[in-house]
């Protein structure tokens, strides 16, 4: 991402738009990083949460700078697809998580209901 930044147009507009993308490129990795460092499953789905947030914002701002011209689908376009692929990865890992976090809590509460005699 830092070397297709450094290669975009100086003008202030692109500039202000590299600013966005390399802090939203570098967040999508550092809340990766803490979602593999999670100390509990709600942690876990809140990090993998704003991962995907950061990750479907940086394709957004991509996606800006081809639709402005300030580059061509041909140097974005592989950002922008692992941009997608990484949203669509967390998403759907946050969803798994959510589910297993549920199943548990009702196998808990199973497991707390008392036992009928027969």
């Given at each position: ?7 975009l ?15 939203s490129?570098g ?5 990766y ?21 950061e990750?479907?914002e ?5 996606e800006?700078?081809v ?16 941009a997608?692929?990484?949203t669509?990865?967390?998403v ?10 549920q199943?548990?809590k009702?196998?808990e509460?199973?497991?707390r ?6």
């Amino acid at each position: 991402m830092i070397k297709f930044c450094e290669a975009l147009p100086t003008d202030l507009a692109t500039q202000k738009i590299v600013g966005q993308l390399l802090d939203s490129a570098g967040a999508t990795d550092s809340n990766y990083r803490a979602t593999c460092r999670a100390r509990s499953t709600d942690e876990f789905i809140a990090k993998v949460g704003v991962a995907a947030e950061e990750a479907d914002e940086s394709k957004g701002w991509l996606e800006l700078l081809v639709r402005t011209g300030k580059t061509t689908v041909e140097a974005a376009g592989d950002l922008i697809r692992e941009a997608d692929e990484l949203t669509a990865i967390f998403v759907q890992s946050r969803i798994t998580a959510q589910k297993n976090q549920q199943d548990r809590k009702r196998m808990e509460q199973q497991l707390r209901k008392p036992r009928r005699r027969t």
